[in-house]
C-alpha cells in the first residue's frame, strides 16, 4: 500500500516512514507526486485539522492519504499554542517560535506542557481512519540539542532527562505523541488491510 502524506515536513515524513515500514507500507510526500496542495487549517481540533489536510491530497491523488496535525499545549498559557503551533505568533520560523513561546513563560510557575498529535488517512472509498498520541513533559528554561523540528529544543521529557533535541531519532519514536499515535494508527491500518 501506498500512502501520501499531507506534509512537506520532512521530519514527519521520516517518523511516519519507520513506523509504517513494518506493515510493507510505503509513504510518500505530496511533492513527489507533484502534488502542491495548500489546506487553509479551518478546523477547531487537531483531528479536524488533519481530515482536511488528508481528505484534500486524497482527492488530488487518487491515493490514500495520511495526515497529522500535532502541536505543544501549554499548561500556564492555557492549552497554548496548541493547533496555532506551526503559526504560533506569526513568526516565521521554528526558532522565533520557541524563543516567542519562552518569552511568554517568563516567571511561570507551571511548566507543564504536553505535545497532542492527531492522525487521519482519508481513503479514496470514503472510510476514514483516525488515531492520536500525548507525551507530557515540561517547557525547559532554554533550547538544548541538535535534533528534531519545531518545539523539540524546549520540550523536557522529566523520565528522559532530556529535550526531544538531545533524543536519538530511535528515543523520539518511542515515547513521542506522533510516535504513540502512528502505533495506533498502525494497528488500525493493519486491521483495515486484513479486511478489505
Request: glycine share 10%; hydrophobic share 40%; with cysteine.
Amino acid at each position: 500500500m501506498k500512502l501520501v502524506l499531507a506534509s512537506k515536513n520532512k521530519g514527519k515524513l521520516v517518523e511516519m516512514q519507520t513506523i509504517l515500514a513494518e506493515l510493507g507500507v510505503e509513504v510518500v510526500l505530496q511533492a513527489d507526486l507533484g502534488i502542491d496542495v495548500d489546506v487553509e487549517e479551518t478546523g477547531t481540533t487537531f483531528t479536524e485539522n488533519a481530515a482536511l489536510k488528508a481528505k484534500a491530497v486524497m482527492e488530488a491523488s487518487g491515493l490514500p492519504a495520511i495526515a497529522d496535525d500535532s502541536g505543544l499545549c501549554v499548561d500556564w498559557l492555557q492549552g497554548a499554542p496548541g493547533i496555532y503551533s506551526a503559526r504560533y505568533g506569526g513568526v516565521a520560523t521554528d526558532e522565533d517560535r520557541y524563543r516567542l513561546l519562552l518569552a511568554n513563560m517568563r516567571g511561570a510557575l507551571n511548566r507543564a506542557a504536553h505535545f497532542h498529535a492527531s492522525i487521519v488517512c482519508c481513503f479514496p472509498n470514503g472510510d476514514m481512519l483516525t488515531a492520536e498520541g500525548d507525551c507530557f513533559g515540561t517547557v525547559a528554561y532554554a533550547p538544548s540539542g541538535e535534533g528534531g523540528f519545531g518545539y523539540d529544543p524546549i520540550f523536557f521529557v522529566p523520565e528522559k532527562r532530556k529535550t526531544f533535541s538531545q533524543l536519538t531519532a530511535e528515543e523520539k519514536n518511542e515515547i513521542s505523541h506522533r510516535g504513540v499515535a502512528l502505533r495506533d494508527f498502525a494497528a488500525k491500518l493493519e486491521n483495515y488491510m486484513k479486511e478489505n
